[in-house]
């Protein structure tokens, strides 16, 4: 997935702590249920169906819907993979580490949006089997998207 010295702290704790300072070490020390949990529901988003189209929950926005109805008519899959496209970068806005170089953050961000996509694969595959979902990482220069979109 990516390798251990991209987080720069656990490796820290390592250093210290020798070879049994696991993942789950660090995890344990590091963060609690209710993290755990919230990282399980955006690991796992949810679904919403809104006239035959599929929505992430938490991006759907009907005024959002609405005009990209009226660019792309029927064209379901179109507008389903513009309501859904997200900045992986953008997730993390609030609480940015502003003393990470340019490079090290962007290799952060681009392991991140690589292990998400394939998470939001697997998870949505297994959970809705008869639909044909498509999670795509879209690379555009240095800018770097996620979307999720039904193969019709």
């Not at 609405?66 to 792309?72: H, N, P, S, T």
């Not at 609030?94 to 949006?113: P, Q, R, T």
Request: with cysteine.
């Amino acid at each position: 997935m990516f390798s251990d010295d991209l987080i720069k702290e656990f490796m820290e704790f390592r250093e210290v702590n020798g070879e049994k300072f696991t993942w789950w070490s660090f995890v344990n020390y590091k963060y609690n249920i209710e993290d755990a949990l919230s990282f399980l529901k955006f690991f796992n988003p949810e679904i919403v169906c809104h006239e035959s189209c599929y929505f992430l929950k938490d991006s759907l926005s009907l005024d959002s819907y609405k005009g990209w109805k009226e660019e792309f008519g029927t064209d379901l899959s179109s507008i389903e993979k513009m309501i859904n496209l997200y900045e992986p970068k953008d997730f993390f806005i609030i609480n940015d580490i502003n003393d990470l170089g340019s490079s090290d953050k962007n290799k952060k961000i681009e392991a991140f949006a690589e292990a998400l996509c394939q998470q939001w694969q697997v998870s949505l595959q297994e959970r809705y089997k008869n639909i044909p979902f498509q999670v795509q990482l879209i690379r555009e220069g240095e800018d770097l998207y996620i979307t999720m979109f039904v193969l019709r």
